[in-house]
């Protein structure tokens, strides 16, 4: 069966650092873009990080461009979300998703049409 699998969640200082992991299996991240979104309680989801599967690029949102990393790793069948400098306001339950492409409009990072979506990983930046 084919599905997303986040891990690496959990209650972080500000400050702090997390990664949190995206696997798949039953089919091959090598030919997807990968997507990170968070959604945080009442507010609407936000696209985070994507890295494109065609050439590499990664896009991030303005709000954690310099402190989140999205990388591949493919030996794994995984990517990966560095997380830096975490703030209170990065609380969220995080998913991955597998899709055609990375979608940017007007310079955010659309959901549009995924092929695959994580269950999602709780991720709570708080002292």
């Known amino acids: 069966q084919a599905q997303l699998v986040e891990s690496g969640g959990g209650l972080v200082q500000p400050g702090g650092s997390l990664r949190i992991s995206c696997a798949a299996s039953?089919?091959?991240?090598?030919?997807?873009?990968i997507g990170w979104f968070r959604q945080a309680p009442g507010k609407a989801r936000e696209g985070v990080a994507c890295?494109?599967?065609?050439?590499?690029?990664?896009y991030y949102a303005g709000s954690v461009k310099g402190r989140f990393t999205i990388s591949r790793g493919n030996a794994k069948n995984t990517v990966y979300l560095q997380m830096n400098s975490l703030k209170p306001e990065d609380t969220a339950d995080y998913y991955c998703?597998?899709?055609?492409?990375?979608?940017?409009?007007?310079?955010?990072?659309?959901?549009?049409?995924?092929?695959?979506w994580g269950q999602g990983t709780q991720v709570t930046v708080s002292s």
């Open positions: 039953g089919f091959s991240l090598d030919y997807y873009a």
């Open positions: 998703a597998a899709g055609e492409r990375c979608t940017i409009v007007a310079g955010q990072i659309i959901a549009g049409v995924q092929d695959y």
């Open positions: 890295v494109s599967n065609s050439d590499g690029n990664t």
